[in-house]
């Protein structure tokens, strides 16, 4: 079964925009995951928030987390042409080891 | 190794079947999972070992479905009489066990074809 919903699911932008992805989850979790998959690859994880954090960032990528809303969104900022790919968002359920995946957004950056 | 290597890439087979499909995760990763994605749809998970046992099997979807793990490495996804619901892109992944942080590194996955 998948736990996430993912919003929206295909995103097509231009070059050097913004784009933002949403994430809403069901059960509690210890934390949340994006990945990102490009066409026929496995994932590649990009980064991590615990339940206790509101907000990360790593390089151009913004995640925040709203756990009283059980959800999450994932900012890509300046977009490039190579930023197009499948994201992801998993949550690590409390106490169990698995993640469980949403069902992705499909980013295209058109240059 | 330096990733998870996943084999074979590809598998067509016939319906009624069986199929292995091998794992091998980045070396010292005790834990190792198995998921299943269909075209257009998230990873959908399967099992997941630490070590050498199954931890967690509450997403093979049926009997026909087995892994095993029998020295804490190298893993087998086996399916038996394959059906053709069963194509899809298995894809393997390992961690190390880091509770509330288990990022997983994931492989290629091998793709499985029934006709």
């Known amino acids: 079964s998948q736990q996430g919903e993912e919003d929206p699911q295909a995103l097509s932008i231009q070059e050097g925009e913004n784009a933002t992805m949403n994430c809403s989850y069901k059960t509690s979790i210890n934390n949340l995951q994006w990945y990102r998959q490009n066409s026929g690859r496995g994932l590649v994880h990009l980064i991590l928030?615990?339940?206790?954090?509101r907000e990360k960032h790593s390089g151009r990528l913004r995640v925040t987390l709203d756990t009283s809303k059980k959800s999450s969104s994932l900012l890509i900022t300046a977009s490039r042409a190579a930023d197009t790919a499948s994201y992801f968002c998993a949550t690590g359920e409390q106490g169990a080891q698995k993640l469980v995946f949403g069902q992705g957004t499909r980013l295209t950056i058109n240059p | 190794g330096a990733g998870v290597s996943q084999t074979p890439s590809n598998k067509v087979t016939e319906k009624g079947k069986y199929v292995e499909l091998r794992c091998d995760p980045i070396s010292g990763h005790t834990a190792l999972y198995w998921y299943r994605q269909s075209l257009g749809q998230g990873p959908e998970f399967l099992i997941y070992f630490q070590g050498t046992g199954a931890a967690d099997d509450s997403g093979l979807p049926n009997d026909r479905f087995f892994a095993v793990r029998p020295e804490g490495s190298v893993s087998t996804l086996k399916i038996q009489r394959t059906e053709r619901g069963d194509s899809a892109v298995y894809l393997c992944?390992?961690?190390?066990?880091?509770?509330?942080?288990?990022?997983?590194?994931f492989g290629a996955g091998s793709r499985l074809t029934v006709l």
């Open positions: 928030i615990r339940s206790n954090e």
């Open positions: 992944a390992s961690s190390l066990i880091r509770p509330g942080a288990n990022v997983l590194t």
